[in-house]
């Protein structure tokens, strides 16, 4: 059986904890939300604020740079300090700063505005998951909680952009902020009632040097990424992810050497530990990939509006949430969760695959790739999540949600960067040779020369198209290879083994 209980007494939850399981919801929505809802809101910002290009990037992308940066100090400082203690302070400056953004007078305001929003969330995310680890100890429970967490995940990305242009088209553009507000004040009036405290009962000191390391490791690597796919393998990118990668090996050094790490290697010799934690970046490589080319094929292809383009993209998200559950299900009735994965895996391939067959006019075939692949993310998702945070013990269990959520960052800005590459070599190679030198870059730039140049349109439509077909190829071959390398790393991996075997290595390290 695939499905063991844990070697610790464990207590169903009641009406109580699923309740207090829909509050964290709330705020967890928010967040992913709030990676996207700038989306419409731009051009309303850049009339009222009138910013800088570099203002308008540091607009948008300050969020997800603090996000990622502190997700693993937040992890480790919660399961010191408690994370229902830390989750509420997060709360607290989450729906601080959306007034703050809601009413920023200067481009350097809502820049600190979102700066502190990152921040928040920080704190807000591996915090939930926690929790969820804290609430949820019957593996089964835990297993729905976990799926449904990842759904919502995964769904408010897609919701975020849809929700900021109805707002904006009926409200004034810090309504996108404003929006915020209900789900924290709920947090902070019912989490003190629902939610339980827990913290580690032995965290020692807090390693402060960790937290510039940790930083330093994961900002450089996060934003070269994310310029690569746009701007190409320029010298400064490839420099900024060499110099993340040389402070990633620094980080790894201080948690094998410092007498209270703030994340313990000890997590990652639980058995099924770290294939998870791998796996998980590869399905985030693959999920954010290919939103890459969706987005702009609806727009760009398909000449979708941007508000068009992002209601069709809410039909995919359909099948997201009932995708975990049902996983969660089927590892319960005695599927071996390794082969779920792999099966997991096995969809998002076939999602490529059908994203390959896509035309310049096939709306529903794409639509219907993007479900399909999304399904798979979330059944990969829900499963890595729930046997991580199983492997993990109570008292780390933020280190570890911090862990999975930053390999997730990782892994979507390297999906982005690789395939994004991909489509852009092919773009280019099959762009006409006397197309205007702004064609050549990108399928905007052409479509903005294209009526000066006939036929140019239809080229650089077919040769993007050409390109997605390439990532698509790309993308189902890694996932293809994920799927064989989970059925093979996680077969045999229970939550009995994972539960024990972290427990063994704390009892251990505390003996020595």
């Keep these: 059986m695939t499905n063991s209980t844990s070697a610790t007494p464990t207590t169903r939850a009641g009406r109580r904890e699923w309740t207090a399981l829909g509050v964290l919801m709330l705020p967890l929505l928010l967040v992913s939300m709030d990676v996207s809802v700038l989306y419409f809101a731009i051009p309303a910002i850049n009339a009222d604020l009138r910013p800088t290009g570099t203002q308008q990037l540091w607009i948008f992308d300050v969020y997800g740079f603090v996000l990622a940066g502190l997700l693993m100090t937040m992890g480790s400082l919660g399961d010191r ?4 203690r830390l ?11 959306s007034v703050l953004a809601a009413y920023a007078g200067s481009a350097e305001t809502l820049i600190a505005a979102r700066a502190v929003l990152g921040i928040g969330g920080a704190t807000l995310m591996p915090s939930t998951m926690a929790l969820v680890r804290t609430m949820f100890t019957d593996p089964g429970q835990r297993a729905k909680a976990i799926g449904l967490w990842s759904g919502v995940m995964t769904g408010g990305i897609a919701l975020g952009s849809v929700l900021s242009g109805i707002l904006v088209e009926h409200f004034w553009w810090g309504s996108v902020f404003l929006v915020n507000l209900p789900a924290m004040l709920l947090l902070l009036a019912l989490g003190p009632v629902l939610l339980p405290e827990s913290r580690s009962t032995n965290p020692g000191r807090f390693d402060w040097l960790s937290v510039p390391l940790s930083m330093a490791a994961v900002l450089p690597v996060i934003y070269g990424l994310k310029e690569i796919p746009s701007e190409g393998w320029h010298l400064r990118y490839v ?13 790894v050094h201080r948690q094998r050497t410092a007498a209270s790490p703030l994340i313990s290697p000890a997590l990652f010799r639980a058995h099924g530990f770290t294939p998870s934690i791998v796996l998980t970046l590869v399905s985030a490589f693959g999920m954010m990939g290919s939103a890459l080319f969706t ?4 727009q760009s292809v398909l000449g979708k509006s941007p508000l068009q383009a992002a209601l069709w993209s809410l039909l995919p998200s359909v099948l997201i949430g009932v995708a975990g559950p049902v996983a969660a299900q089927l590892v319960q009735k005695g599927a071996n969760r390794g082969y779920v994965v792999a099966a997991g895996f096995a969809v998002t391939a076939a999602g490529y695959g059908m994203l390959a067959l896509a ?51 990782f892994g979507g800005a390297l999906g982005m960067a690789v395939l994004g590459s991909i489509g852009t070599a092919v773009y280019r190679h099959d762009i006409p040779a006397a197309a205007p030198a702004a064609a050549h870059e990108t399928l905007g730039g052409a479509l903005a020369v294209a009526g000066h140049v006939p036929g140019l349109a239809t080229a650089a439509r077919e040769a993007f198209t050409s390109g997605m077909h390439a990532a698509a190829i790309a993308g189902a071959l890694l996932l293809a290879g994920a799927a064989v390398a989970a059925a093979v790393s996680l077969r045999r991996v229970h939550v009995r083994d994972v539960t024990e075997g972290v427990e063994a290595t704390e009892r251990e390290k505390a003996a020595a």
């Design 81 to 84: 300090i408690g994370r229902r």
């Design 87 to 97: 989750l509420l302070i997060g709360a607290a400056a989450f729906g601080t700063a």
């Design 239 to 251: 420099v900024s992810v060499t110099v993340g990668l040389v402070f990633a090996a620094l980080f």
């Design 359 to 409: 035309g310049t006019d096939s709306l529903w075939l794409v639509l219907a790739a993007a479900g399909v692949l999304a399904s798979g993310v979330v059944v990969v998702m829900s499963q890595l999540s729930d046997l991580a945070m199983s492997a993990a013990p109570v008292e780390r269990a933020g280190a570890a949600s911090s862990v999975m959520e930053t390999g997730t960052e």
């Design 295 to 298: 987005t702009q094929y609806l």
